[in-house]
């Protein structure tokens, strides 16, 4: 799961002996697996907090929950121009304090009076070459066609 791979884990879940199921540290893996397989960030930091973890999984746990925020921040910068801070907070399972730091820490634009984050439009090297890229193959179809 920590690697990204919710699909593999869910398979692996389901493989996995009885005995193992019935672990309470196993169940709460798996309720957290339940919540990123459908999406539901908002149940997972429920989930993440509610289970005192092991020394032996905290770790593992720790790496899954700083994945998934960052993953989440990444979506927040491509998919918003303009969120509340309250919902940044939310979808990244921290505090308004925490959220208002990853805000400004990433340069997006705060205003205190409306608690409304913007974030400014960001074009990424491998957008561009994504679109060469394709630009290039639709070309060669194109002249594939034409023959």
Not at 16 to 40: F, I, S
Not at 60 to 65: E, G
Request: proline share 1%; net charge negative; hydrophobic share 40%.
């Amino acid at each position: 799961m920590a690697c990204g791979k919710t699909c593999e884990a869910r398979f692996v879940w389901k493989r996995m002996p009885l005995e193992l199921k019935e672990d309470a540290e196993a169940g709460a893996v798996h309720r957290l697996l339940q919540t990123l397989w459908t999406r539901n960030y908002n149940q997972f930091y429920v989930e993440l907090d509610s289970f005192a973890w092991t020394s032996a999984t905290a770790s593992m746990v720790a790496r899954l929950a700083s994945k998934t925020r960052e993953d989440m921040l990444v979506l927040v910068e491509r998919a918003f121009s303009v969120v509340s801070l309250q919902e940044l907070a939310t979808m990244t399972g921290t505090s308004l304090e925490a959220a208002k730091n990853v805000a400004t820490g990433k340069g997006w634009e705060l205003s205190n009076e409306t608690g409304m984050v913007t974030i400014p439009e960001t074009k990424s090297k491998e957008q561009e070459g994504l679109k060469l890229d394709l630009l290039e193959h639709l070309s060669e179809y194109v002249s594939i066609l034409s023959e």
